[in-house]
């Protein structure tokens, strides 16, 4: 049986990449699964704080925690894994995936990898995604668009770089959350698969300080934002089970 990882990953910071991984991984949780979480930002592990006791920090600056994570990636396994990749180790990890010829080694042994990468508005993000695309057809790939982000200049939309990434066929689209609620979906303390779990919030679970349970204005606006991007996770999942399956019979 197929198993997913999930390489999330943007050139800079300030993308709302780890908040992404996030929502892959409770994405998961709500399925049922116990997905393994790895957060490469060994400074500030933000996705860490999220799901304490469940993500593995790894430093990619120590060749130890850099086997050991690619030794883990290549290994089976029966649910899904998720790789936050720090803008900081963005060349670093994925110099090391091509050096180790990591996506050919997963698939061999049934785990199929997903790069999910998202650009920001500038030049340079778009032509490292699109670098990033090309290195590894091997890989199922993303484009992910953050409206928080919002658009590119006209320079930068009139480029090759930037006409190519955002005609890729996968795409996932980010909508804007209202700003009054955006800190609260950010606080590491809410779980978000709790939160949709309890019926978009309606219940608070004991001990819960999140604000999210606060009022009915913040349960709808902040379940509803959810609801969909999970959808999204979703409905992209299913479609890259349906590639994964045809690649038996013929290449991605």
Same mark, same amino acid.
């Given at each position: 049986?197929? #198993?997913?990882?999930?390489?999330?990953?943007?050139?800079? *910071?300030?993308?709302?990449?780890?908040?992404? !991984?996030?929502?892959?991984?409770?994405?998961?949780?709500?399925?049922?699964?116990?997905?393994?979480?790895?957060?490469?930002?060994?400074?500030?592990?933000?996705?860490? &704080?999220?799901?304490?006791?469940?993500?593995?920090?790894?430093?990619?600056?120590?060749?130890?925690?850099?086997?050991?994570?690619?030794?883990?990636?290549?290994?089976? !396994?029966?649910? @899904?894994?998720?790789?936050?990749?720090?803008?900081?180790?963005?060349?670093?990890?994925?110099?090391?995936?091509?050096?180790?010829?990591? *996506? &050919?080694?997963?698939? &061999?042994?049934?785990?199929?990898?997903?790069?999910?990468?998202?650009?920001?508005?500038?030049?340079? #993000?778009?032509?490292?995604?699109?670098?990033?695309?090309?290195?590894f057809k091997d890989c199922h790939?993303?484009?992910?668009?953050?409206?928080?982000?919002?658009? @590119?200049?006209?320079?930068?939309?009139? /480029?090759?770089?930037?006409? /190519?990434l955002m005609a890729h066929e996968?795409?996932?689209?980010?909508?804007?959350?209202?700003?009054?609620?955006?800190?609260?979906?950010?606080? @590491?303390?809410?779980?978000?698969?709790?939160?949709?779990?309890?019926? *978009?919030?309606?219940?608070? @679970?004991?001990?819960?300080?999140?604000?999210?349970?606060?009022?009915?204005? &913040?349960?709808? #606006?902040?379940?509803?934002?959810?609801?969909?991007?999970?959808?999204?996770?979703?409905?992209?999942?299913?479609?890259?089970?349906?590639? *994964?399956?045809? #690649?038996?019979?013929?290449?991605?």
């Open positions: 049986m197929k #198993s997913y990882t999930y390489i999330i990953a943007s050139l800079h *910071a300030r993308t709302g990449k780890t908040l992404l !991984a996030r929502l892959f991984a409770d994405n998961a949780i709500l399925t049922g699964q116990y997905p393994e979480i790895f957060d490469t930002d060994a400074t500030e592990r933000k996705l860490a &704080a999220c799901f304490p006791g469940r993500a593995v920090v790894t430093d990619l600056d120590r060749v130890t925690d850099q086997m050991k994570l690619f030794d883990t990636l290549t290994a089976p !396994a029966a649910v @899904p894994r998720i790789v936050d990749v720090t803008h900081r180790g963005f060349r670093k990890f994925f110099k090391l995936m091509q050096e180790i010829g990591y *996506a &050919a080694e997963a698939r &061999a042994r049934e785990i199929e990898p997903v790069i999910v990468y998202i650009p920001d508005r500038e030049m340079e #993000s778009y032509e490292q995604g699109r670098i990033l695309r090309d290195h790939f993303i484009v992910a668009e953050n409206a928080l982000i919002g658009k @590119p200049d006209r320079q930068v939309q009139q /480029s090759d770089h930037y006409k /190519s996968l795409n996932l689209y980010i909508p804007l959350l209202d700003p009054m609620f955006a800190s609260v979906v950010d606080d @590491p303390k809410l779980s978000l698969s709790d939160f949709m779990g309890e019926t *978009a919030g309606e219940r608070r @679970p004991p001990g819960e300080l999140s604000l999210a349970y606060l009022s009915l204005e &913040a349960r709808a #606006s902040i379940g509803g934002w959810l609801k969909g991007m999970f959808g999204e996770i979703r409905r992209l999942g299913e479609v890259i089970k349906l590639r *994964a399956d045809l #690649s038996f019979r013929r290449p991605l």
